[in-house]
Structure formats: C-alpha cells, structure tokens
C-alpha cells in the first residue's frame, strides 16, 4: 500500500522523536500530526436505491469496498429539506427549510452561518464544495458571487441554470462564468462536476490537512436540453451524449405496487390518480431509462475520484460517503414521477460507505436515515455540531454490527409541498403509520406483511393497539429535538441470574454476591415494556445464544457455551408488536474453570 503525505508527516514526527527532538516537546509536535480522514460526500438527486446496481465503479469502489446500508430513508424527500437536513443533521421541523421555494424554503430560509463545513472549517479541515447548493442560490441571494460561510473552496452551479446539463452557470471562488468554457467545449455537466472535484482532490492531498469534499451532482434530476426522444408531459433528465439510449431496451419494472389496481384503501392524493398504461406507461419507462443513462457518467465522475484519491495516496485514509437527497416513483402506486409521498419509492435511498472503520463487503439491515449524515461526518472527523442534531453516527453500527438502537424516524412535508397536502408519517422497522393533515385520512402498513404498501390497515381491528401506539408516538416526536428523537426506544432491560445446581432445584436460591458465572446463565427480559415485546434472541457476539417468543422471555445458557474467565457482553436482540427493535447489553464475567 502507498503511505499517504498524511501518514508521511506522521513517520517524519516520529523519527524526529526518536532522535533529535528533546523529550519536552514531544506531545506537542506528535499533537500537531493530523491522522484524521478525509471525507468525501457524493449525494445525487432523486435517485433509488435500486438504479445503484448500474454503477460499476460505486458497487466495486464503495460498495463492495465498503458498507452498504439497505434500509436508508430520505425523512423529507423532497431536495431543499433533505439537503438542509444533510447539513444541519436536523430535521426539517429543526431547521426550518419545509419547501424548496417560497417563504419557508430555499437557500435564504437555512441559517448558512451554521451547518457542517462551519464545524468541519472550525475543526480544522479544508472545506471543498462542488455541484449544487440549495436551491435557490444564485435566484434568492441578490448578490450572485455571494458564497455562504464555512467553505474554503466553492464551486457551484448557479440557479436557475442547475438543471441544465448542457449550459450552465458556475460560481468558482466568487468568479461567475458559462460553462463549458472555451478550454472544455461541448463537456457535460456531470463530467465537468467530476473532472474539477477530482483536481481539487489533488490540489488538497499534499497538505497535512485533512478535507472535506462535498460534491452534489443535479443528475439524475430532470433537466434540460430536451433529448430527441423525450416524452410529452413528463420531465426527464438528459443524459451525456455517449450514453443516450443505453438502456433504451431496459424494461420498466414492474413491482407488485406498480400502477396498483385497487387504491380504495389509499388516500385521496392517490387514488383520484389514473393508471399508468399505454403513452403514460411509455413515458414513464423513457424517464426511467434516461435517469438510468445519466447516472452512467456520476459512476464515470465516480470512478475518477477514486482514481485521485488512490494516486495521491489518500484513498485508504478517506472515509466516502455516497447517497440521494431523496428517492423516486415511476408508476408505484400510480405515483408516475414525483418523490413527495409517504411511501417506499420516495423514502428510500441509496446509501454506502467505504474509509476507516467501515468494514468491507457488507450490507447492514437496521433503519438509517439523512439525519444521521452529518452526525457520522462529524464523528469521523472528531468535529463538534453548532447545533442540536437530531441524528446518530452511523459509524456506531459499522463499528457494532448488530447494534439497534430502538429508534423510529419521522417523515414530513411541511405545510404541505408539489401538490400534496401536509402529513406526518411514523416509519419503524416494520410499520408506515401516516396522518394527513388537512382531511384527516390515516394509512397503517405492515411492511413486514405487505412490503409493497398494498393494503391499508386503518380500519383493521387487529391493528388498532399498535394503531394507537403508533399515533402516541407520532405525537411527541413530529416535534422532537436532539436525543428526545430518540425517545420511542423500548423501555426493557436485560436481566442474568446465575442457574441453580440441579440438585438445589426449587429449593434454595443461588448465591447472590457470586461476583462470577460459575454454572451457566438464565437470561430474561424486565421493564415496563416486556408486555409489548413479540420476540427476542440473546447474542454473545454474532452467536446466538438462545431466542424466546414467549413472557417473560427466558433461556438457559450452559455454562460450556460461554469461554472461562472472560469478561463478556451478553447482548438481548427484542423485537416488540409494534415494530421496533432494540438491544440491550449487560457485562458479565465467567469464572475460571
Ligand atoms: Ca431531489
Ligand atoms: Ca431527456
Ligand atoms: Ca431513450
Ligand atoms: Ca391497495
């Protein structure tokens, strides 16, 4: 492996230690020696977790290299709240930006002076922005040159040009200029986005300090030019000239949700909604293609960074991050091209990581979401938010696999956004509960039952405990800050009691202040919420232990299953009825043998 200029500085520190420096000024210097990563963000607009599998470089430079987390959620899919959240680590009801345009959105309505590169600027690390910014720079700030706070390096497309992958306007540093520009005739959007956010990778590794680049790319958004073969009355994005028609003999898929046909049971936003057949069929499937054609030179701009990043050495020592502001319909639901409803296609996004301490070739199930972004981002860099995050590093579950933290997300709209009216939405590790604001309706999905979202469980009454539990809880996190969005954890404990000798049984208890196991352990659930609990698997590290689906949740531990004279973490995985999951953890020592 090529030792990074980081890890260079790092060995001449050391070898400055070793001979000549005097013992006095050693902590210093060795403190002076940055070893924390760079980052690299890479974040596409309106893309599905599922159009991931035409990436080649993603799958086998991140992916495959990495940690893909295949149930990440968008909390607000729609671009300016996802993307303010991403900054912020906040949900939208935190930091205010609840649309894209208007009084409450766009780039004025963020407090700019306030979100991640400021932390990571203070931090100590080089800053790079590349691609899009929230929408509205460049249309709300009077001043086009004007670049927010926290970035020590700016490239950004200026709107209302953003979504123009042929001609388009960028702000270098405060410079405005057309693009292409006369040096990179005919270059597109994409390709130029990667190109320069693959320079400035050059121009950042020598130093010892560390970076942040934060690269946005608009595709696989629609946009123009209009391509020859653009559909009437839907938008689509346009594709880089060598990929155009590239997928053109990729079927739509068709999942069972596709232009669903009994939507009695869906609100009034969907099933007043036509079906998706014929020239509406076609159209959706050609947008569907060219979003699939457009991603093919991000993967392009993605395979250059690597490529960067490997030959200047860093690429070992640089945590990248990949992911969308938000996900996408195409005819799901009836739902033919929009993101901004409560249901799967929107919500879902793709998310992966490659760097330190993410583990190669694995893909984690628990529930994530944008809020956690900036979290982890800050964690990596040991950098402190300026403001109360709402999320949690996600570094905590590449370091824990099989952490679950109980957690449920909220998913919003504002006042309401693109023709929908406002709701709130529940979303756990098994349910979708929903209210709509301004007529009342409520939707309930069992997502373990019904993946596709077909059948609405508001009137069921076998649903209606977790029915309410749900609402109960919807109520108090809709508006919840920082750790109190953490709040729905289950309240259960892990309890151990040492197993009677078989001859003692029913007779006397086993000694108390035994400070070891010595004969084995009966593991069980406490806590207010045992009663709520469905099922639970006790864990020792990935092996599993014992499991129980019955109160009060007991299982024998023989003592040979357990290694002698260790300190151990005994691990209980609980699963409640109303769809969250959570582990609880108590220490424990075995005796020597
Ligand atoms: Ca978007
Ligand atoms: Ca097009
Ligand atoms: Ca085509
Ligand atoms: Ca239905």
């Not at 996802?82 to 009084?103: D, E, F, K, W």
């Not at 388009?168 to 320069?196: A, H, K």
């Not at 996900?327 to 739902?335: D, M, Y």
């Not at 709509?436 to 508001?458: A, I, K, M, Q, S």
Request: net charge positive; with cysteine.
């Amino acid at each position: 492996m090529t030792r990074s200029p980081k890890q260079a500085v790092l060995a001449a520190a050391a070898a400055l230690l070793c001979t000549t420096a005097p013992a006095a000024a050693a902590p210093t210097r060795a403190a002076q020696v940055d070893t924390r990563p760079n980052i690299v963000f890479i974040m596409t607009d309106d893309q599905t977790a599922q159009s991931m599998k035409v990436m080649r470089n993603l799958n086998l430079g991140i992916r495959r290299a990495g940690t893909t987390f295949s149930q990440a959620i968008s909390t607000y899919p729609l671009c300016c709240p996802s993307r303010a959240t991403y900054l912020t680590g906040q949900y939208s009801h935190n930091h205010g930006v609840i649309h894209n345009a208007g009084p409450f959105g766009g780039y004025v309505r963020l407090d700019n002076t306030n979100t991640l590169p400021v932390w990571l600027q203070q931090a100590g690390y080089r800053t790079i922005h590349v691609g899009r910014y929230l929408n509205g720079y460049g249309t709300q700030n009077p001043d086009v040159t004007e670049i927010p706070l926290g970035w020590s390096d700016w490239h950004s497309t200026v709107d209302p040009y953003t979504f123009n992958f042929t001609e388009w306007r960028m702000n270098d540093n405060g410079v405005i200029s057309d693009e292409p520009g006369p040096d990179n005739p005919g270059e597109f959007q994409t390709d130029f986005l990667g190109r320069r956010a693959a320079e400035l990778i050059d121009r950042a590794a020598p130093s010892p300090r560390p970076f942040f680049l934060s690269l946005t790319f608009p595709a696989p958004h629609s946009g123009s030019p209009r391509d020859p073969d653009d559909p009437v009355g839907l938008r689509t994005p346009s594709p880089a000239p060598r990929h155009r028609d590239v997928f053109s003999r990729t079927p739509l898929p068709r999942p069972p949700n596709f232009d669903e046909g009994n939507v009695y049971d869906k609100p009034q936003i969907v099933a007043d909604r036509g079906r998706v057949r014929g020239e509406t069929f076609a159209a959706v499937q050609e947008n569907y293609q060219q979003e699939l054609e457009s991603l093919l030179s991000v993967d392009d701009a993605v395979g250059s960074l690597l490529a960067a990043l490997s030959r200047s050495g860093e690429l070992e020592n640089t945590l990248i991050i990949y992911t969308s502001d938000n996900g996408f319909f195409h005819g799901e639901h009836r739902v033919r091209s929009e993101k901004i409803l409560p249901y799967e296609p929107g919500l879902r996004v793709p998310l992966a990581m490659r760097g330190p301490g993410v583990p190669p070739n694995r893909r984690l199930p628990q529930m994530v979401g944008n809020i956690d972004l900036a979290p982890t981002i800050l964690d990596a860099a040991r950098a402190t938010p300026g403001r109360v995050v709402d999320g949690r590093s996600l570094l905590e579950l590449t370091r824990d696999p099989t952490l679950e933290t109980g957690r449920e997300l909220v998913i919003e709209n504002g006042r309401g956004v693109n023709s929908v009216p406002m709701f709130r939405a529940l979303r756990n590790n098994r349910f979708l509960y929903v209210q709509h604001g301004t007529t009342g309706e409520t939707e309930l999905y069992d997502l373990r039952e019904d993946p596709y979202e077909l059948r609405n469980l508001e009137d069921s009454d076998d649903y209606a405990p977790v029915r309410q539990l749900l609402a109960r809880r919807l109520r108090s996190l809709k508006r919840c800050v920082g750790s109190r969005c953490n709040a729905g954890r289950p309240s259960v404990r892990l309890a151990l009691r040492e197993l009677e000798p078989a001859r003692n049984k029913g007779r006397k208890p086993a000694r108390r202040n035994q400070s070891c196991v010595a004969r084995g352990l009966r593991l069980g659930l406490t806590g207010r919420e045992r009663s709520r609990v469905e099922r639970v698997q006790y864990l020792l590290g990935r092996r599993r232990l014992g499991a129980s689906r019955q109160s009060p949740f007991s299982a024998d531990v023989k003592r040979s299953r357990l290694p002698a004279g260790r300190e151990l973490r005994i691990r209980a995985r609980v699963v409640t009825r109303d769809g969250r999951v959570v582990t609880v953890d108590r220490p424990v020592r075995t005796c020597r043998r």
